[in-house]
């Protein structure tokens, strides 16, 4: 048996902590994770948030990449939905050419922020595109110029690197899959984000069966996991237990997640809709070494993967460097 086991961080500011600290902590656990033997760092993109540093996985990912060696370090996710494909495969196409084969480029369907940030970041735009045609500029120009049926023939996002970096498609969904699947991409499904183990099944199995295999690519799924290891089970129950998961649903039928109530609340009275909010207990695998080993294998009998990525929510940074550890050790000799 071999697994694949990542890291997605947050660079989430904990009470007590400024920005600068919680972006240095990324930058240690990055190190941390590379000296642990795992296999890519990502990071987040949030905006307009006092509780998360993480606004430009770009930026993030260039200082990463200066400060490890091996580890592949990637965006978990950028928010294509906000930008030009032009520009973000400029900006990969640097990062690719500084780091050979160490760039992941993961895109994002969520918006990152509440609805002015979005205002924010999309305005002056004057072209609207979906997601879709958004990816198929994006994927041409991390490869080459544009062809003569594009309006913009011959254009070149340059540098163009030897090795371009991979993209990856994240969701939540089963049209995420459906979209991962048709473009042939790898998929990361984040099982934290949507705990509802059907969806998910779903997703991973449409995901397999309709991938398209151009390019002789085979499917990599990938899930997304909120994990807390800890040397006592009680140590780990207690840590999980003060962590909340909240959504928000709007009149419009839109959902988003969001960190607190107060959040929510927010992202509701800039979007300008009546909504209603759902609070629960995260979903977090949660335990020693031990528990969490007997867990991840049944998740991945589970869902049929045998890859995952990481994100531990704790605000001792010592403890959670000690988590990563822990789930190392659980898993001594069987991971590549």
Known sequence: ????????????????????????????????????????????????????????????????????SSIRIGSGGVMLQHYSPYKVAENF???????????????GRAP?????????????????????EKLTELEQFLHGKTGEDHPLAGLEASPMPLQPAEVYLLGTSISSAKLAAE??????FALFINNDPETASKALDLYRSTFNAKHGRKP????????????????????????KSVRVTLASGKT??????????EFARQAGESFTVEEREADITRGTKETIRKRLLEIKEQYGVDEF????????????????????????????
């Open 93 to 107: 196409n640097v990062l690719a050419s500084l780091a050979p084969g160490r760039v992941e480029l993961g895109i």
């Open 309 to 336: 990525i990481f994100t531990t929510i704790i605000p001792d940074f010592a403890k959670r460097v000690r988590s990563f550890e822990l789930l190392k050790e659980a898993f001594q000799g069987e991971l590549v």
């Open 183 to 188: 473009r042939g991409y790898p998929y990361a």
């Open 220 to 243: 990599k799924a990938i899930l997304a996991l909120s994990v807390i290891a800890s040397d006592t089970d009680e140590e780990a129950n207690e840590i999980a237990g003060q962590m």
């Open 256 to 265: 988003v997640n969001v960190g607190s109530l107060a959040q929510a609340e």
């Open 1 to 68: 048996m071999t697994l694949t086991f990542g890291i997605l961080d947050q660079s989430i500011v904990f009470p007590g902590q400024t920005a600068a600290e919680a972006l240095g902590n990324t930058v240690k656990l990055a190190q941390q994770a590379e000296a642990l033997g795992y296999e890519r760092f990502w990071v987040a993109e949030h905006h307009d948030s006092p509780v998360t540093a993480g606004s430009s996985p770009e930026v993030l990912i260039a200082y990463l990449l200066a400060n490890t």
């Open 112 to 132: 990152g922020g509440l609805p002015r940030s979005t205002k924010a970041l999309q305005k002056g735009i004057a072209e609207t595109a979906t997601l879709e």
